[in-house]
């Protein structure tokens, strides 16, 4: 009977985190929504416009360097809200900075454009690492108050474009950690609009979990 309870206790929670993140999605879409970046931009000016951004990200946005994001396939909503975020100093990052400064509005929404309607390659994830990945994405963990990435982020990973929620299918592990590991230490603050929500989920995570929900999310299609 104890170890029937233990389990229904385990499943009810793991029920209860799902809902809490799958909540938070719907109040962050609500609330901010209609306030991420409007994307309408030129898939034709774009492919010229976006040279520039090949040497790191790949011509067809599919980064070979797997410290550098792939960009083929990400919401153009969300790649234009980032381009905004260096170019204003609210997303920090050297590289960045400098070749967002000269971007117009325009160029910005082309850029998006061209990279949101490329294919993205797919990855596969380290068997090791992804059951522990997959508890993390989908389920959170309750007794830490980690909301599962699945509310926000969906349960293929395809995000949520209206609400600019990036797409993490087949992002690279190593940047995908890399990035977690700057909100767990303040570094990256772009989730500001979001009430910090990032930040506030991945200083609570360990350094095991950071690497597997990477990994996990690394093989999602």
């Known amino acids: ?24 999605g719907f109040f962050a879409l609500s609330l901010f929504g209609t306030n991420a970046a409007s994307a309408a931009g030129d898939i034709e000016r774009g492919t010229v416009k976006s040279l520039t951004c090949a040497a790191c990200h790949g011509r067809d946005g599919n980064s070979t360097n797997p410290e550098w994001p792939s960009l083929a396939g990400q919401h153009e909503k969300y790649l234009a809200l980032t381009l905004h975020a260096f170019q204003d ?3 920090s ?6 070749q967002t400064a000269a971007l117009s509005d325009e160029d910005i929404e082309d850029v998006a454009a061209y990279f949101s309607a490329q294919s993205r390659v797919r990855r596969t994830a380290d068997p090791s690492l992804v059951s522990l990945g997959e508890r993390v994405y989908r389920g959170g963990v309750h007794d830490r108050q980690i909301s599962a990435c699945i509310g926000c982020h969906g349960p293929t990973g395809r995000g949520n474009p209206g609400a600019a929620f990036p797409s993490l299918a087949g992002q690279h592990a190593t940047y995908t950690a890399k990035q977690l590991m700057k909100y767990r230490s303040n570094e990256r603050q772009s989730d500001a609009r979001l009430n910090q929500v990032m930040r506030n989920i991945a200083a609570r995570m360990t350094d095991d979990e950071i690497k597997a929900v990477a990994s996990y999310i690394q093989g999602l299609q």
């Open 1 to 24: 009977m104890d170890s029937f309870s233990n389990r229904k206790n385990e499943r009810n929670s793991l029920q209860r985190t799902v809902r809490r993140g799958i909540l938070l």
């Open 89 to 91: 100093g609210s997303r």
């Open 93 to 98: 990052d050297v590289l960045m900075t400098g």
